[in-house]
């Protein structure tokens, strides 16, 4: 064949395809309009479950750890990190007063000599100002009791001077008698003067007695002048600047005696207040020595009663500090820190992280079922007794989205093989229905804020509201809008999936026990109903739409 018949041929077999092609197309559409219907058509490979109607038990399955109801938590009590120098067994029965922890306090030690002689030179600033405070109480006593005599000595002398018979009048007295003297005097010598003239005129006395006598008259008049003066100075300068002098001294004394007062004051109370310091800082330096000797002692730790040494690195639930060491001998801890678990009885509890999905179905009294990893085989029942109020900040810190609420069960029951830290199961029931509906939970879907289930009818899928109870993470419990028998689908329409239920728990082999099981499980449902729900505080949450895929947290690490 030639390359021309050869590319002719060619495109005449493409023509051909594009034709049926064409045809093919047309006759889809021809026979999609007369199937045409408002419901989707089913498809073979969709996975369906017939909705059952029997007993139903509600529950929650957690991971937990075994602890001990009482017991009492050691600690770190030394300030800042500090390093162990010697450890006791972990898994060692003490008695009371044994030595458990013993931590290096060597700088404590020194830093207690260096405190010690704070405490001596503080104690010595004490003394000193105490005995400060004394002087200044005599000086100022004394400054005063001198300056109140002062001030009496110049009233005193002001009285005395400005007094009926005071100097002042002593004085003019003194002056007066002087003048009066002196004019007798003068009288007296006028009189010898006269008679001496008249002796001298007769020529009986010579001319120098003559002279004399009137001497004597002119020297008594000078004396009555100056004691005249004299008085007229007294009176009008001398007594005028005396008194003004002595009430200047009053009101001087006066002042004085204020200001001693005020100085012995001030002294006393700046004394009183250096005292006061230097007594506030002895009793600071005091403290910090007790301090330090409190520290030293805290070194050791003792047991302070009987019971099983558990290193609190075993007993803690994994936790942020995942990397965290054993605790060890030479192992640095800091303050605060949770050294050693030390259980004071045989009571143990459960401790469990409830999610906030599950908060609604919770209440305190609810039964649990727990069973422990190490002890095979062997279940325990339990209630629950207390939820968080507020979520765990680990978990947060973690994973800023996820909200768990730390939870604890009790047991009922004392078993002595139980020990701190053993990992376990925890479910507890919350429901049980003897005669109920359900279906998977991945079969319900929130359609528009609604609890919806498609229905398999025939060929046809139907969408259907339905109203939902509570549900286990496996099965939910449908209370209106399902009948038994019907078919749902296990996916969304138009998405092909397929599912498996998952097998039932583990069933006690004993079919006397597990109706033992059965019958306190719903005894325990029924007290819980009647207690008091504020009992346990649970945090206020909005209400959630079940849980739409089947999400086992008890399996969770």
């Given amino acids: 064949m030639s390359n021309l018949e050869a590319s002719t041929s060619k495109k005449n077999w493409i023509k051909s395809l594009v034709v049926l092609g ?31 109607r029997g007993p139903l038990t509600i529950s929650v399955l957690e991971s937990g750890t075994i602890k001990a109801r009482e017991q009492i938590i050691l600690k770190s009590e030394v300030e800042g990190r500090s390093t162990i120098i010697t450890l006791i067994d ?26 010690e002689i704070s405490v001596q030179n503080a104690e010595a600033d004490y003394i000193n100002a105490r005995e400060n405070l004394a ?16 001030l009496e000595f110049a009233v005193e002398d002001l009285r005395q001077y400005d007094t009926n018979d005071g100097l002042f009048a002593k004085d003019l007295k003194q002056i007066e008698a002087e003048i009066q003297l002196a004019q007798e005097e003068l009288q007296r010598a006028r009189d010898v003067n006269e008679w001496s003239e ?50 200047s001294d009053a009101r001087q004394a006066e002042m004085a005696l204020e200001r001693t007062k005020r100085k012995a004051k001030a002294d006393q109370a700046q004394a009183e207040a250096s005292l006061i310091a230097r007594e506030a800082e002895l009793k600071r330096q005091k403290t910090k020595l007790a301090k330090i000797e409190e520290q030293i002692s805290k070194g050791k730790i003792y047991a302070p009663a009987d019971g099983l040494v558990i290193y609190a690195t075993t007993a803690q639930r994994g ?24 259980p004071v009885g045989t009571s143990t509890l459960a401790e469990v992280d409830i999610h906030e999905a599950s908060l609604k179905k919770m209440r305190k009294g609810l039964p649990a079922i727990i069973t422990v990893d190490a002890l095979s085989g062997q279940r325990f029942m339990g209630h629950l007794e207390f939820i968080a109020p507020l979520p765990d900040p680990t978990s947060m810190w973690m994973n800023p989205d996820l909200r768990i609420y730390n939870a604890q069960v009790y047991l009922d029951s004392e078993e002595s093989a139980l020990r701190t830290g053993m990992s376990c199961k925890v479910e507890i029931v919350v429901e049980q229905y003897q005669d109920a509906i359900y279906v ?12 919806t289930v498609y229905i398999l009818e025939g060929n046809t899928i139907s969408e259907r509201t339905v109203e939902i109870g509570f549900d286990n993470n496996r099965m939910v419990h449908i209370t209106a809008g399902l009948d038994e028998g019907e078919q749902v689908l296990l996916s969304p329409p138009l998405k092909a999936a397929t599912a498996s239920e998952e097998g039932e728990g ?37 209400e959630a739409v079940p849980v739409e895929v089947n999400d086992r947290r008890g399996d969770r690490p």
């Fill in 198 to 247: 008249r002796l001298y005129k007769e020529k009986y006395i010579s001319e120098s007695e003559y002279l004399a006598d009137k001497l004597t008259v002119n020297r008594n008049q000078l004396d009555v002048d100056l004691a005249v003066s004299d008085l007229k100075i007294l009176k009008e300068f001398t007594y005028k600047r005396q008194i003004a002098q002595l009430k």
């Fill in 319 to 342: 936790g942020w500090r995942r990397d965290q060491e054993p605790l060890d001998e030479g192992q640095e801890v800091w303050e605060r820190q949770e050294l050693i678990y030390l």
């Fill in 135 to 150: 002087v200044v109480i005599n000086q100022g006593q004394s400054d005063i009791e001198k300056a109140e005599l002062t």
């Fill in 506 to 542: 583990a069933q006690s082999s004993d079919p006397e026990q597990e109706a033992l099981f059965q019958q306190r499980i719903r005894e325990q449902i029924e007290a819980s109903r009647q207690s008091n729900p504020e009992d346990l505080k649970l945090p206020q949450t909005e």
């Fill in 440 to 451: 998977p939970v991945q079969a319900v879907l929130s359609v528009a804020g609604e609890p």
């Fill in 22 to 52: 064409v045809l093919l197309v047309v006759a889809g559409l021809v026979v999609g309009f007369m199937k045409r219907d408002d419901a989707p058509e089913a498809t073979t490979d969709q996975a369906t479950f017939a909705a059952r």
């Fill in 90 to 115: 972990e898994g060692e029965r003490v008695k009371k007063g044994d030595l458990l922890v013993e931590l290096d306090v060597t700088e404590l030690i020194d830093e207690r000599i260096d405190q």
